[in-house]
């Protein structure tokens, strides 16, 4: 397998080539929406996982294909941020592409009290830290971080990260019903972002498949939140439909790339692929048969998962 995956069609950031730093389900979470299911090495030690110069040549190969990117984004199957020497990779991934691409990070915030790693960061043109809940109970309940980690800890990291960071930081919140979806909760956030002072301030919502069937708030408590949250604070919302560049000649071999990241619907692997959904549709029937993938129906709705 290699370190990239797609350009995949993302809500927030377009085009979207995705990197994949650590091993499958590498994290110092324990999330109870993770795509992914169940963190299979929890951990906060850093290591250096990857080989450099293969990274290189991979990102050459399909830089040459000219493909539609809007972002380089580092997130992948685990916490990005559990490599060493990030500078490195982010330094690297800009001179191949002579910067014409804007790199993001997509973390958890759990390590960002370290000063090393924020040093590290300060490479890239934008960040997606996340910050479910402030209150160390519901932070408990939602990240199941590793002993080390407290909210805290997370909170102070953050702080500093904005101090220091010069480029753009989105601040996601993943909120689930019945958890930190309380508008007590939403205020305790709002006093703790308003410290932080984060560009933007992004709610999502898990409405993907996960291991764990969460409900969702309903639309009411959304905008209650949003309205207390207050400043630059948006409901991730379905994209407009854009067109990539076909580029690669192995469908089977591309979905799977995307299914091991996460589960993909029929109509996000049609258009991050750029093909008719009849090719789509056949290729997933191949691997079906081969059981490769399976199919799963979460919220009403087909979602296609890679057999592990």
Aim: aromatic letters at 8%; hydrophobic letters at 35%; charged letters at 30%.
């Amino acid at each position: 397998m290699g370190y990239f995956y797609g350009p995949v069609l993302s809500r927030r950031l377009g085009f979207s080539l995705g990197v994949d730093l650590v091993p499958k389900k590498t994290c110092s979470f324990n999330c109870i929406y993770c795509q992914l299911g169940q963190t299979t090495r929890k951990s906060i030690r850093r290591f250096s996982y990857i080989d450099l110069n293969k990274l290189k040549k991979e990102l050459k190969e399909i830089i040459k294909q000219n493909p539609k990117i809007d972002y380089i984004t580092i997130s992948g199957s685990g916490e990005p941020t559990l490599h060493k020497n990030l500078d490195k990779i982010i330094g690297l991934i800009k001179k191949v592409t002579k910067n014409k691409f804007p790199v993001c990070v997509i973390t958890n915030s759990s390590l960002l009290y370290k000063k090393a790693v924020r040093r590290e960061l300060k490479k890239a043109d934008l960040l997606i830290p996340s910050l479910d809940a402030v209150t160390p109970q519901i932070f408990h309940k939602i990240n199941r971080p590793s002993k080390e980690i407290t909210i805290e800890k997370i909170i102070k990291g953050l702080i500093e990260l904005r101090r220091e960071f010069k480029g753009k930081i989105w601040l996601e919140i993943m909120l689930v019903a019945h958890l930190n979806d309380t508008l007590n909760e939403a205020k305790k956030i709002k006093a703790i972002t308003e410290k932080i002072n984060p560009d933007k301030i992004q709610l999502n919502l898990p409405v993907r498949p996960g291991g764990i069937i969460l409900s969702l708030p309903p639309p009411k408590r959304l905008k209650a939140i949003k309205k207390i949250i207050g400043k630059n604070v948006n409901i991730i919302s379905s994209f407009h439909k854009r067109r990539q560049k076909r580029f690669s000649q192995d469908i089977n071999k591309d979905i799977l790339e995307f299914l091991k990241r996460r589960p993909q619907s029929l109509d996000d692997l049609t258009d991050s692929l750029a093909i008719n959904p009849n090719q789509v549709i056949k290729s997933l029937n191949i691997l079906l048969d081969d059981g490769k993938i399976r199919k799963y129906c979460y919220r009403k709705k087909n979602y296609f998962v890679y057999n592990k």
